[in-house]
């Protein structure tokens, strides 16, 4: 259980359940679409499976997502209530660029870059046919990792897929982050030699067009 405030503020009641350590990225994950355990463990990657599981159950218990068995598996759905929390999210992550801008080494992972990433694939933009970008980083200790994009679906891979790769970034992590978080953008990273991709020239035009930036990207920041 999390805590009780004894307090009738809906402010107090609404945090007893959502102020748990973990609770509104798991719910960051589902209000963005993902539905399955796994898909949701690649979201919050360093969440252990026990503790999402927990995290998971006390959501549906409260009414916020719903368990949903069917021919898919079972999937975790966000409730009317779940559904609301998306502006509360969408809020919080805006104030977050706006006045807490600075990034720890700790907190550049590329396993949750990629999995963002790969949620924001521009479709129209990607070639029809199968497309893997490769990225190998200079400042992670898994430093190599693959998108797969194929038929309208995507796959993140952290080891080597093994088919040709179209086009390969290298950079630091925290340049890629700068740029899908709209700190920078793809032009100047390029320009300045802090990302570069190895590819045709037609590719290395047409990259940065087959990836949306974060959603909260467009957020302005202060002077």
């Known amino acids: 259980m999390g805590a009780t405030y004894h307090q009738f503020c809906p402010v107090a009641k609404a945090m007893e359940v959502l102020d748990e350590r ?12 993902t539905e399955h355990f796994n898909d949701l463990r690649r979201g919050v990657p360093r969440m252990s499976p026990s503790l999402l599981s927990q995290r998971l159950q006390r959501l549906t218990r409260a009414g916020i997502i719903e368990r949903v068995e069917d021919d898919d598996g079972v999937r975790y759905v966000p409730t009317e209530a779940g559904r609301e929390l998306r502006p509360v999210i969408e809020a919080l992550g805006a104030w977050g660029v706006r006045w807490i801008p600075e990034l720890g080494d700790a907190d550049l992972d590329p396993h949750l870059l990629l999995w963002d990433m790969h949620r924001n694939v521009a479709f129209d933009a990607t070639p029809k046919k199968r497309t893997v970008v490769a990225f190998q980083f200079d400042d992670v200790k898994v430093s190599d990792w693959w998108i797969v994009i194929d038929s309208g679906d995507v796959d993140v891979c952290d080891a080597d897929p093994g088919y040709p790769v179209t086009a390969t970034v290298r950079g630091p992590l925290r340049e890629l982050i700068k740029v899908h978080r709209g700190d920078t953008d793809w032009r100047t990273a390029l320009r300045s030699g802090a990302l570069n991709i190895d590819a045709s020239e037609r590719v290395r035009r047409a990259l940065p067009h087959w990836f949306r930036p974060s959603m909260f990207s467009a957020v302005p920041r202060p002077a």
């Open 22 to 33: 973990w609770t509104l990225l798991v719910m960051r994950e589902i209000v963005l679409g």
